[in-house]
């Protein structure tokens, strides 16, 4: 084959699966096998090999492949990307209606025209065509800026890498929502959850967090999909109506949702919201709302932006998502530290696509606040991401045959006697012994960001307690190989295994010995400052009140529950046979004596590092004095963003806190540690 054919068939072929391409993806109507575009894409594979002259970045072979960043690069949107005003009844609807006519000197009887859309749930994207070819693609960002992901929604087949019109605009910003659908995201977690892997808590999450990867290979294997639904910056081409851009969208090969309507007055938009309102569930997506648009671009111009949304649009949000079920039960948990939480049993529901069988009470107070009663209708709510709950009786089904909850005056777990402290609505179980308390207390002692004893799982403590050789958390320390053989399913391998983790965790940074001591209040990062201040679990057991208050970050209500935690005879013995055992209770001075480079920085790392763990850089922060913490919030002075960052760099993009990457990183501790 000359270049020349080459070159001609390469063009041929691209063309081919790119429409195949948009058949499959876009109009969701294939029109040859799995088997005959995977032969199309060899050959087209096989040529560009031949002729890498030819390979340019629209190609189909192009849409995986690209090597992973080291962070994403800002993208500044030609037009800003606004939000919008939301509505969450008929009355404001109308309200916006009478606005925009008061606005435009309009008469009230006028019946404006706008466009009515479904809002997607997912993550706002900008997608940028030079002469046609996808060059750029970033997230929503500040509005202002976003963050370039090109590689990433490349590899999103129903974006389009060329606009499909033999005479495209010179230069566009196409806007739409990236999405998991609703089986992909059920998929996904399923396998996360196999692979012991966090779970996301909802489909949006799961698509914010696909398209925020460092590395495309990771977004490739999401099943991702987009609906464009409007444009920002366009030069080479005229647009007239919201209406027409939809249309001409889907002309040109971008996937727009095809339940878009012209509404002639707000009483069509109205009728359109109520429909959808009932209608969405069944989508299999998810969709939070109807977005109204005022259908003509002249007159969106003349009413204009106000300080973050358009005056022309608004969002008409559909409320939560609902079932009603009845309550078979109402059963209480206890919690680590005694707490007892009502929890309805329900006859399982479908909410929204999931199934629910529980939902909290919360409390007392709450119970009583609903009138829930055992075997009473109920509507249960799931609201984004937030567990279910109760929101009301549904008193019409009463039969009389409910019967009231009683919180128990003892507790359900060990019938030691509950109490009800002043100030607090919640009971507690006041047994420290109690098996749940136990429990939950070796769970957290255990756990990654405390003890980290690898292999001691909930399971495993359930049955130690359960069998009686695990009291309180020391006992971890005094196991022996004869104890854990009498287990059932434990063999000597692991059990071997197991007795080394727990060897290993005796020489933890203090840090994690005073998180895992569970004290109320403390956590990762006030353990650390604790750790810092006092460097010996011995020196803050008999320190005042006072020097504990007056450590910067503490204050008075956690210095308290400290204080009062080390007061207790319980602790102090727990605290007595952890160091008999060998538990490490102090800690060296830092490694540069007296040098404090980092002193008063609040430093928050987010994605991986290549050339530590993270906890090793945290110690290090420490050291030099800083303070490593977990979220990022103004109080911030530092994230240090490694690979695959999370929410937490976006957050800190938001609040304009300083970001460095790793390598800078690892420059700025350099002259005081060796790395
Ligand atoms: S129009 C100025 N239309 O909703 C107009 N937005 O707060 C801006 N969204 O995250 C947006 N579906 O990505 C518009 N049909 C739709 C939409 C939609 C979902 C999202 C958008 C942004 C949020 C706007």
Not at 44 to 54: G, H, I, R
Not at 252 to 279: A, D, H, Q, S, T
Not at 562 to 574: A, C, G
Request: with cysteine; hydrophobic share 35%.
């Amino acid at each position: 084959m000359t270049e020349e054919e080459a070159k001609k068939r390469i063009e041929e072929l691209r063309k081919l699966i790119e429409y195949h391409n948009w058949r499959y993806y876009v109009l969701d109507s294939p029109e040859i096998s799995d088997a005959e575009y995977d032969a199309l894409m060899r050959e087209l594979l096989e040529l560009e090999e031949k002729f890498p002259q030819f390979v340019t970045p629209d190609s189909p072979t192009q849409r995986v492949g690209a090597p992973p960043l080291e962070i994403f690069p800002t993208y500044r949107h030609r037009v800003p990307m606004l939000s919008l005003q939301n509505a969450f009844s008929e009355e404001e609807l109308i309200a916006f209606d009478k606005r925009i006519k008061r606005f435009l000197g309009m008469p009230e009887s006028e019946r404006v025209e706008y466009c009515a859309e479904l809002k997607m749930d997912g993550l706002a994207v900008s997608l940028v065509y030079e002469n046609g070819v996808f060059t750029h693609g970033s997230t929503r960002g500040d509005g202002f800026e976003g963050e370039e992901v090109t590689p990433n929604l490349r590899t999103i087949r129903s974006i389009p890498l060329r606009i499909n019109t033999p005479d495209p605009p010179s230069f566009i910003e196409v806007r739409g929502e990236v999405i998991m659908h609703k089986r992909d995201f059920e998929a996904l977690n399923k396998q996360r959850a196999e692979a012991g892997e966090p779970l996301f808590a909802n489909p949006r999450n799961a698509a914010a967090g696909s398209v925020r990867q460092l590395d495309s290979s990771i977004t490739a294997q999401r099943k991702l999909d987009i609906f464009c639904y409007g444009v920002g910056g366009c030069e080479g081409y005229e647009f007239q109506t919201q209406y027409q851009i939809l249309e001409t969208l889907r002309d040109w090969g971008f996937k727009v949702n095809p339940y878009f309507r012209l509404c002639k007055g707000i009483e069509e938009v109205i009728e359109y919201c109520k429909e959808w309102m009932e209608k969405h569930h069944e989508l299999p997506y998810e969709t939070d709302g109807a977005v109204v648009k005022v259908n003509s671009l002249s007159l969106q111009e003349e009413l204009g932006t106000l300080a973050r949304s358009p005056r022309w649009a608004i969002a008409f949000k559909f409320p939560a998502e609902q079932g009603i079920t009845q309550v078979e039960d109402i059963i209480v948990q206890v919690g680590r530290t005694g707490t007892l939480t009502p929890v309805a049993v329900l006859t399982p529901v479908e909410v929204g696509g999931v199934t629910i069988s529980r939902a909290t009470l919360h409390n007392e107070d709450e119970i009583r606040r609903l009138g829930v009663k055992i075997k009473d209708w109920v509507v249960v709510q799931r609201a984004g991401e937030v567990i279910p709950e109760v929101v009301a009786v549904v008193t019409s089904r009463r039969t009389g045959e409910e019967k009231e909850f009683q919180m128990p005056d003892r507790c359900p777990v060990c019938g030691s006697e509950v109490v009800r402290l002043p100030d607090e609505v919640a009971y507690r179980c006041i047994n420290y012994s109690c098996p749940a308390q136990v429990k939950e207390r070796i769970y957290h002692f255990a756990s990654r960001d405390a003890m980290n004893i690898e292999g001691l799982g909930k399971e495993w403590v359930d049955k130690l307690v359960d069998v009686g050789l695990l009291k309180d958390s020391a006992d971890i320390y005094f196991l022996k190989l004869w104890d854990l053989l009498k287990l059932e399913r434990m063999g000597e391998k692991l059990a071997r295994k197991l007795l080394g983790n727990i060897e290993k965790s005796k020489n933890n940074e203090l840090y994690r010995l005073i998180f895992a001591l569970g004290i109320r209040h403390v956590g990762e990062s006030t353990a650390r400052l604790l750790a810092q201040h006092f460097r010996s679990l011995d020196r803050l057991m008999d320190a005042s009140l006072e020097e504990i208050s007056q450590i910067p970050g503490i204050g008075r209500v956690v210095g308290e529950s400290i204080y009062r935690f080390f007061r207790e005879p319980h602790n102090r013995e727990l605290i007595r046979k952890l160091g008999e055992a060998g538990v490490k209770m102090a800690e060296e001075e830092a490694v540069v004596p007296g040098e404090k480079p980092l002193e008063g920085q609040r430093i928050v790392f987010t994605g991986g590092l290549r050339s530590m763990e993270r906890s090793e850089a945290e110690e290090i922060v420490a050291k030099l004095g800083g303070i490593p913490t977990s979220s990022v919030s103004k109080n911030t002075t530092l994230v240090v963003v490694g690979e695959n960052p999370g929410s937490k760099y976006q957050k800190a993009l938001e609040l304009g806190i300083k970001t460095i990457n790793e390598d800078e990183f690892l420059e700025m501790i350099r002259p005081y540690v060796e790395v």
